[in-house]
């Protein structure tokens, strides 16, 4: 996936669902805390299906590193079985600000 490139920067956006023992860990705060410290724009949200979804944005290679640690680490206590990615995109801009939890 290739972003589009704003200011020498490549943007992109994807959207994401992890399977496992991914909520009661932390996995939501733990989630905003990487994506913040990586310099990107999303949120996540817990389902009533037992996962976590939501969307990140910003550089190509901070969103790759998200990726990573979303199917890999998680929360200190989370065991994480599958993670889908999907509508992954180029973007001219960041559509979202801030990375929060949905309800």
């Known amino acids: 996936m290739s972003g589009v490139e704003v200011s020498g920067v490549k943007l992109c956006s994807v959207d994401f669902e992890i399977h496992g023992r991914v909520q009661g860990v932390c996995f939501r705060m733990y989630t905003e805390q990487e994506g913040l410290r990586l310099g990107l724009c999303g949120w996540v ?59």
Do not use: D
């Open 45 to 103: 949200k817990n389902t009533n299906k037992g996962t976590v979804v939501g969307q990140v944005q910003g550089p190509l290679h901070g969103v790759q590193e998200m990726k990573v640690w979303l199917s890999k680490e998680g929360s200190p206590s989370s065991s994480i079985t599958k993670a889908c990615f999907s509508n992954e995109r180029a973007i001219e801009k960041q559509e979202l600000s801030g990375f929060n939890t949905r309800f």
